[in-house]
């Protein structure tokens, strides 16, 4: 199931593969379904193609079509441990050309799915060479008469036909006693002669030239012979040449390449080799800067000196492991100690070193500095136990969503305020689980807005498990990993509390709308820049405007230009600091006296009284000022406002 951790773990994971195969001259790929997945800079650069024109892309399709069959049989063989050995085959590149390359394949575990780690290496000059070789071979067997090497041949029944001179100087066999007689009549039952018989009755089964190496005892001398059988008229010919030395000097070349393909296997940076007691013979550069010494002082340095005391025993018991079982040990944690004397955390892996008898003679290992990689470890586990912590013991509702918006974790909150058990909702879609039918469009468009790198903040009404429906208000965070959207981070908090005493509030203001709709004084309200907000229709009807024209109209509008200053002024008293910190409710804090014009431009003085609250000013037509209207001497009439500070 995912996590927000195991989203920063494929990203750990992707970080330390590529730092480490970019560094390789070798082609590495990982394959999944039978493509690619991941490629390193050289294997595309060998064939012509780009990274991105590989990923993705059927591992087989570059394959020349004749060995494809081939590749998936030796594929699967080297996956089950059948087949040991590296396969060859061609490739073609992008410009149409053939190469020949070497393979080998291992199983892995990649973004927590199964997947086929590749190291490819090109090896068509190899091949050419091996080609070159081979013709050089064919004219070597047609001169085989002429030249004092090994050569005899045989029947069909394996009845030596002829015997040359060298023959009769490896054996000590005359070649009158070796004419007629079996192979099985001139040498006694041995592993080399079956081997040899085998072979021989191959050649003869399928007309096709053989090449193999088998070992012989003469006179108490061991002899390794390359030895050549080819079909001719009748039975076999065969051409025997001593390569004991070359096999020797072959076998120093194969084990000094284990190393090197141990190494590159691995990919890793610190190589070493020790013998049986624990003592340096063998360091790279890499091992030098990992312990902070020189070649020369690591080289003869007994593991004990920069192994911290306590470690020494687990560290002697598990390399002792390794020699009674001849079974590798891969990357356990070493404590070690610098030259300068700080203390780093390394992996190791250690193989045995066997002699040419196969004894162990010793151990070599590779070794790598974890130490920065285990701190970051810990920072993230700590930072996601915080995040953890925080996610679990919040208030409110939260809940990660994949890109397909299905639950990937929800916290208690969810839980409590959807009514759903703990890990009930995981792996369904958000809209199973909270949004009712009626609001599908609706989630899916707050879904799309996310996805497209939108922060969504919207009160919406969602649906609880039992049917039942829910005000809240939700927040929603698209999660990005790799410049990538991975998902969603949505909160919820419930507001129904807050919709209940909007919800009377709104039912009070109506009530409130409605009884200065029905009230005779006129009532109006300002903002504090002098705009009428609101007037009731009494105001209408008294300055003879129509609620359109008076809504948002500036006070200055209808008020004759000598009194519209001492208004504000009269405003800016009424709604001040001095007015808002002495006056209370339901005292008269300001009161004047002004013209104001009528829509028809009759004249009239009012008496105005203003009572602010919060930023509007509010002013009331008094009954009273209809009887103070004589003592103005003006046609028309006059309105008493009144200021009360609250």
Not at 478 to 503: A, C, M, N, W
Not at 548 to 561: A, D, H, N, P, Q
Request: proline share 3%; charged share 30%; hydrophobic share 35%.
């Amino acid at each position: 199931m995912k996590s927000l951790g195991s989203m920063v773990k494929h990203r750990d994971e992707d970080e330390v593969l590529k730092s480490l195969s970019e560094e390789l001259a070798v082609g590495v790929c990982i394959m999944q379904d039978g493509r690619f997945c991941y490629v390193n800079s050289t294997f595309p650069l060998a064939i012509g193609y780009t990274v991105d024109e590989l990923v993705g892309r059927d591992s087989l399709d570059i394959v020349v079509p004749e060995d494809r069959e081939m590749v998936r049989e030796s594929t699967i063989r080297m996956l089950k441990g059948e087949l040991l050995a590296p396969y060859q085959f061609r490739v073609t590149c992008k410009d149409g050309s053939i190469i020949w390359v070497m393979a080998t394949v291992k199983s892995i575990q990649y973004h927590g799915r199964r997947a086929t780690l590749g190291n490819y290496m090109e090896i068509t000059k190899h091949k050419e060479m091996e080609d070159v070789l081979k013709e050089t071979e064919e004219r070597y067997r047609e001169l085989a008469d002429s030249i004092t090497d090994v050569f005899f041949a045989m029947d069909e029944r394996l009845r030596y036909t002829y015997w040359n001179k060298a023959s009769e100087i490896l054996t000590g066999i005359r070649m009158e006693d070796a004419i007629g007689r079996s192979i099985r009549e001139m040498f006694p039952d041995s592993p080399w002669r079956r081997n040899a018989e085998q072979m021989y009755r191959k050649v003869l089964k399928t007309q096709q030239p053989r090449i193999f190496v088998n070992d012989y005892d003469i006179d108490g001398s061991h002899y390794i012979f390359e030895i050549n059988a080819y079909p001719s008229r009748g039975g076999v010919s065969v051409f025997v040449r001593d390569i004991t030395e070359h096999k020797q000097a072959e076998q120093a070349l194969r084990q000094s390449e284990e190393r090197y393909r141990t190494m590159m296997d691995e990919m890793e940076e610190g190589y070493y080799e020790v013998d049986i007691a624990g003592n340096f013979t063998f360091v790279n550069d890499a091992m030098c800067r990992i312990l902070g010494y020189s070649r020369d002082e690591l080289v003869g340095m007994n593991y004990k000196t920069y192994t911290p005391e306590e470690d020494v025993k687990p560290i002697f018991q598990a390399y002792n492991r390794v020699y009674r079982t001849g079974e590798p040990l891969k990357w356990f944690p070493m404590l070690e100690i610098r030259k300068d004397g700080t203390r780093i955390l390394a992996e190791d892996s250690v193989f045995p070193l066997r002699n040419e008898k196969g004894e162990v003679i010793g151990f070599r290992g590779i070794s790598r500095d974890v130490t920065e990689r285990k701190w970051a470890e810990e920072a993230l586990g700590l930072q996601t136990a915080y995040f953890q912590q925080l996610f679990d013991s919040s208030p409110d509702a939260i809940v990660i969503l994949d890109t397909d918006t299905r639950v990937v974790q929800a916290n208690k909150g969810f839980e409590r305020l959807f009514g759903y058990s703990s890990g009930e909702g995981e792996g369904r879609t958000i809209k199973e689980l909270i949004i009712p039918e009626d609001r599908l469009d609706e989630a899916s468009a707050v879904s799309r807005m996310v996805f497209h790198g939108e922060v969504v903040r919207k009160e919406l009404v969602r649906r609880r498990k039992d049917g039942s429906l829910v005000d809240v208000c939700m927040v929603a965070y698209p999660i990005r990993f790799d410049h990538k959207l991975v998902g969603i981070y949505s909160i919820y908090s419930d507001i129904t509390e807050r919709k209940q005493v909007e919800e009377a509030l709104r039912q009070s203001e109506e009530k409130y709308r409605t009884i200065l709709e029905e009230m005779e004084d006129s009532y109006f309200e300002v903002d504090l820049g002098g705009h009428l907000t609101f007037v009731n229709n009494p105001v209408c009807r008294d300055l003879g405007y129509s609620r359109e024209e008076l809504i948002g109209m500036s006070y200055k509008g209808f008020t004759v230009r000598k009194t519209s200053n001492p208004y504000s002024k009269f405003l800016t008293k009424c709604t001040g600091p001095v007015c808002q910190t002495r006056a209370s409710p339901g005292r008269l804090s300001a009161k004047t006296v002004f013209r104001v014009l009528l829509k028809h431009q009759s004249l009239l003085y009012e008496i105005i009284r203003v009572r602010l609250s919060g930023s509007v000013a509010l002013g009331v037509t008094s009954e009273s000022a209809y009887r103070q209207k004589r003592n103005y001497g003006k046609a028309g009439k006059i309105i008493e406002l009144c200021s009360i500070a609250q």
